[in-house]
């Protein structure tokens, strides 16, 4: 078993805590883990991505090699696509479609949301929208999260029991905020995919 | 023993408090920051008081390090490479001086300059002062030469330097931990001017030092990091340095290498290990990430033809972080092609954060300036930075630590005027007292901008040294106090800093302007704590 994730965002909008959820549940699983972040400069509001990857065999490269990443996980619709190059021929993307708008060349929505479809494998999805119906509005990075678990080669139950960890400081409520942001997200993706 | 999750940053900074060492000495700088900063809030550091407070500057760090080693103490002292530039002066002299107590200077360099001015390739540095250097291939190594460099440095009695690269310091993964030591007793150094760097007593030292580089080399050649793996196919050998030994491993799963290939961790160069591979192999190829410091030093000048392979006959690229299809291609193997970036696809450069209060000094300095002509402003290195960049396009320059103020005073020199600089206030106090002191003794017409938002931003947060006693340093220093201002960077108060910044830039003589307002990011956070770690024992 392996997963390669690029996970895709933009400067504080989470991507991190994806990260250390999925790390989290890969642990319960004794599971190899290599995580590469960026800090400094790049993250004050400029496009950032991590490569993610869980093997069940020692992992040798910080870095994943162009063309085999099993998911990106994007929660911006545009920083999804810049990371194609490493997207593997049937690798999912799957992808927040609530843009970021911090730039004035923004590309127009619609072809933004075409060039996703595109893609064989691809899951678009509001999760901002679905963050707020859960009463979870902060939450749209674990939609995301639950929208992508289903490709992930790590149980669900781990992953809820990775917010478990990571969020029981801030006690219970934002915990289960947190769930069931997953939860939404994952349930989306089981009537979405294709 | 445990399993700790942990960035290679982090890691060096567990193996050093497993190594028994009793302080870290550093300024922030990425991406070396997180060594400090583990050390700052790891439970035994803490009950055992390891010293982990911020210093001013690389130097003054290197300065305490070797002050703590001199009282027979393990010490760590870390930096960013451009950072060793501003410490080389006590780096390279502490070769000399030789150590008391074990030190270890940690150097993160930044291949493909994720945040920073230059690539440079800290390992010359190492090869410069003459001292031993160990470079780990991941975040298992970084622990385990942290924690057993202390011993390898006492052993020499010389400063031992671990040289990183951004990913591996960056990345996380599982180490496994080894039994704490206790710290070392206070004790003297035997020598009683072995720390005297007189002429008569350099010499001699530096003798010495030179008498111990077979030493290091027997070091090298017996160390566990540097490890030759045979194989049948000899066309071609591979000498992986550092972290390019797992971009190499990413291409042959499990450590099956059909090639000869040297896995290199310590210098100097382990000779009779290189001359093998050099000797058995047709070509062989060097993987380094930096500057091609083991190809120069195998392939010397006059050999144009030879066999020796890397960033200098384009096997790999000369400039950039080393990544596993750059391995693959120089080594012809296969390389998937992955998907193309579609071109609507656009550029999202970092910026000042919304709110943050550099960006209403700069709408006010862009409108004073409107009056001067612009191509006037010096600036510095810090989240200000960001102010060359559009839609503020208000600074010409961003040189080292300090340079604004040194660089303003040049051109005020050249007759320039206004001639401003706009700095930080923990840049300030990492480089910038002294040069204000150069305009202050001139009296040099300049406008400094001391945007002093609390805190060393850039990094994430640090204390700054300057907090709380920003006006008094100017003061003290000889700047007229009527010249210290201060301001509030709001936009109501927008007219008021033009009209400020309009008098100083008037007054023919050195004037301190400081806006002053809390980074909204340490701000949010000192409100609430949400900081999320991930750094979670595994059993
Ligand atoms: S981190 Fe602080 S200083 Fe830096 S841009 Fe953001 S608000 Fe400004």
């Known amino acids: 078993m392996k997963s390669d994730i690029i996970l895709a965002g933009v400067g504080g909008q989470g991507i991190l805590s994806i990260a250390a959820v999925v790390g989290m549940a890969a642990l319960e699983n004794h599971l190899y883990l290599k995580q590469a972040e960026v800090h400094g400069m790049s993250q004050r509001g400029g496009a950032v991505q991590s490569h993610l990857r869980i093997s069940e065999r020692e992992i040798a490269s910080d870095l994943i090699p162009e063309g085999r990443a099993d998911i990106i996980i994007s929660v911006e619709p545009m920083e999804s696509l810049r990371y194609l190059p490493w997207l593997s021929e049937n690798g999912w993307l799957v992808t927040n479609t609530t843009p970021f708008v911090n730039i004035t060349d923004y590309p127009d929505m619609k072809m933004l949301l075409a060039e996703i479809e595109k893609l064989p494998h691809n899951i678009a999805i509001n999760a901002d929208e679905i963050a707020r119906q859960v009463k979870s509005p902060r939450s749209s990075n674990m939609v995301v999260l639950g929208a992508a678990s289903p490709f992930i080669d790590i149980p669900y139950q781990s992953l809820e029991n990775g917010i478990k960890k990571i969020f029981e400081r801030k006690g219970k409520k934002i915990v289960q905020l947190n769930i069931d942001a997953l939860k939404a997200g994952r349930d989306f993706s089981a009537s979405h995919m294709k | ?539």
């Open chain 2, 1 to 539: 023993m445990e399993k700790l999750l942990l960035l290679g940053a982090e890691a060096i900074a567990q193996g050093a408090i497993d190594g028994g060492m009793s302080g870290v000495y550093a300024y922030p700088g990425t991406p070396s920051t997180e060594i400090t900063e583990y050390v700052q809030h790891n439970k035994i550091a803490i009950e055992r008081k390891l010293h982990s407070q911020w210093s001013t500057n690389e130097k003054t760090a290197m300065e305490a390090g070797l002050g703590m080693s001199y009282a027979g103490k393990r010490a760590m002292v870390c930096m960013k490479h451009v950072g060793l530039n501003v410490a080389a002066d006590a780096f390279i002299n502490s070769a000399i001086t030789g150590v008391n107590g074990g030190l270890i200077v940690t150097v993160a360099d930044d291949p493909s300059m994720h945040s920073s001015q230059n690539e440079q390739d800290s390992r010359f540095f190492g090869k410069f002062a003459m001292i031993p250097i160990l470079e780990p291939a991941n975040q298992q190594e970084a622990y385990d030469m942290a924690y057993e460099g202390f011993e390898l440095s006492e052993k020499l009695k010389i400063p031992i330097m671990m040289r990183i690269t951004t990913r591996l310091s960056h990345s996380r993964a599982g180490i496994e931990t080894r039994p704490m030591k206790q710290e070392n007793k206070l004790k003297y150094p035997e020598d009683p001017i072995q720390f005297v760097l007189l002429p008569s007593n350099a010499r001699k030292r530096y003798k010495g030092l030179l008498g111990l580089q077979s030493l290091m080399e027997q070091e090298a050649e017996r160390s566990s990091f540097n490890t030759y793996y045979p194989a049948r196919n000899k066309s071609i050998g591979i000498i992986a340095c550092g972290i390019a030994f797992n971009y190499l491993m990413e291409n042959y799963p499990d450590r099956k290498f059909p090639h000869p290939v040297l896995q290199l961790g310590q210098y100097p160069l382990p000779f009779s290990k290189v001359e093998k591979i050099v000797n058995e192999c047709e070509h062989v190829l060097i993987l380094e990430d930096g500057y091609p410091l083991v190809e120069e030093m195998l392939k010397g000048y006059l050999d144009k033809n030879s066999k020796i392979k890397g960033r200098f006959d384009g096997s790999i690229p000369r400039d950039g972080e080393l990544n596993p299809d750059i391995v693959a291609k120089a080594l012809g193997l296969e390389v998937k092609a992955g998907k193309i970036i579609p071109s609507i696809v656009a550029d999202r450069p970092p910026e000042l954060c919304a709110g943050c209060a550099h960006r209403d000094i700069y709408l006010a300095l862009n409108e004073t300036m409107k009056e001067f002509g612009k191509q006037k402003v010096f600036s510095d290195i810090g989240c200000y930075t960001l102010g060359a960049l559009p839609p503020w396009n208000s600074i010409n320059s961003c040189v080292d630590m300090g340079a604004s103020i040194t660089m303003a005073k040049g051109a005020a020199d050249a007759g320039v005027h206004p001639a401003i600089a706009v700095i930080g206030d923990s840049t300030f106090t990492h480089s910038g007292m002294t040069a204000l002191l150069d305009a202050i003794v001139e009296n040099t017409p300049v406008t400094i901008i001391i945007s002093d938002n609390g805190t060393t931003g850039m990094t994430g947060g640090q204390a700054s040294h300057a907090t709380g006693r920003l006006e008094e340093i100017c003061i003290g220093l000889g700047v007229k106090p009527e010249h210290v201002r201060v301001l509030t960077p709001l936009p109501k108060y927008h007219d008021e800093m033009v009209n400020v910044l309009r008098e100083e830039m008037l007054y023919e003589g050195v004037s301190v302007v400081i806006p002053r307002r809390e980074c909204i990011q340490t701000l949010g956070r000192s409100k609430k704590d949400v900081k999320v770690k991930m750094e979670k024992v595994l059993k």
